[in-house]
């Protein structure tokens, strides 16, 4: 019903609180003259981006998914379940299992991957880049999963061909940016649909729902990722 509003919150807060956060600390990292803690700085606003793109774009994909079902619409109050006060507490369960399930697990996938990047840094004495490796509908999480690794592998090309001509571990290039924050959505799309998944066995239905209708939500999810994709490649050409 709303269970990916649970992430997206998330996601407006870590945006909010990061801009208060180092909006405070802009000056002193403006005048300090400690090149490391910069770089720490910037390392920080780096790894909570990649989680900030993950939410993001994971709820974007389930709002398509809710939208396919009929879920949510473009007319107030957007969530058809505020439309029947009858809904409303199945709506507010879902929100508190389901949608917090999807948004911590999202959050436990995002700091297991930056720990595994930080020791792999460590144990090898090289810079790591992080790459992240729903769960009702068979074939949507399976073609989400195959996007997934469609653009993980495209990622690590255009970081290839990147590294030649970036010196320092900030930012992704115009290329790369594009394909890394897709990747991330895909990611985060098949983790929240799998916890979706789970809550379905939970409450005694079938995992998957295997069905031509769920072939085509999985198409449309694909093609809403790669329109992500196009308008977020578009606006860093124009940078």
């Not at 979706?196 to 069905?211: Q, R, T």
Request: aromatic content about 8%; glycine content about 8%.
């Amino acid at each position: 019903m709303a269970c990916f509003t649970v992430p997206l919150a998330e996601a407006v807060v870590l945006t909010v609180a990061k801009k208060i956060v180092f909006r405070h600390n802009a000056d002193s990292v403006i005048k300090s003259a400690e090149e490391a803690k910069n770089h720490k700085i910037e390392v920080l606003k780096e790894k909570l981006g990649i989680l900030e793109k993950m939410l993001y774009g994971g709820s974007f994909l389930l709002a398509v998914e809710h939208l396919y079902h009929g879920e949510i619409s473009f007319v107030p109050p957007f969530l058809t379940a505020m439309k029947n006060p009858a809904e409303i507490p199945e709506m507010l369960h879902e929100m508190a299992t389901v949608g917090v399930g999807m948004a911590l697990l999202t959050t436990a996938v995002w700091a297991a991957g930056i720990g595994i990047a930080a020791l792999a840094k460590n144990l090898k004495k090289k810079s790591s880049v992080l790459g992240l490796s729903g769960g009702c509908c068979l074939m949507c999480l399976i073609i989400t999963v195959f996007m997934a690794a469609v653009f993980s592998v495209l990622f690590i090309v255009s970081k290839k061909t990147d590294s030649a001509e970036k010196s320092h571990g900030f930012g992704l290039r115009k290329f790369s940016q594009p394909v890394f924050t897709t990747m991330l959505a895909f990611w985060a799309a098949a983790i929240m649909w799998s916890v979706d998944g789970i809550a379905n066995v939970a409450g005694g239905e079938a995992f998957f729902d295997l069905s031509k209708q769920d072939a085509l939500l999985g198409v449309i999810v694909a093609l809403c990722g790669i329109a992500l994709f196009a308008v977020l490649a578009l606006r860093n050409a124009r940078k």
